[in-house]
């Protein structure tokens, strides 16, 4: 489910697969650990290596993800 682009910049196979299932568990409604971002953005907290987030906002039914990546 990781697109290309974001496949090629996380060389770490685990923290792929831990974003993997946070994106299809976020698709089925089940985002789990998330808090507000600011006007209409959430970020999706993953408890895993240096800690990634993913940031995402719903239109409707769909979720939308804002692709970015910040380093700390």
């Known amino acids: 489910m990781i697109s290309p682009p974001t496949s090629t910049i996380l060389r770490d196979r685990v923290a792929k697969a831990h974003i993997d299932i946070?994106?299809?568990?976020?698709?089925l409604g089940n985002p789990g650990d998330v808090r507000p971002a600011g006007e209409?953005?959430?970020?999706l907290r993953i408890h895993y290596g240096p800690g990634y987030r993913i940031y995402f906002t719903k239109q409707?039914?769909?979720v939308v993800i804002l692709v970015s990546r910040r380093l700390q």
Not at 22 to 27: A, E, N, V, W
Not at 40 to 43: A, C
Request: no cysteine; aromatic share 0%; proline share 0%.
């Open 22 to 27: 946070r994106i299809r568990r976020l698709s």
């Open 40 to 43: 209409g953005v959430s970020e």
């Open 60 to 62: 409707g039914d769909a």
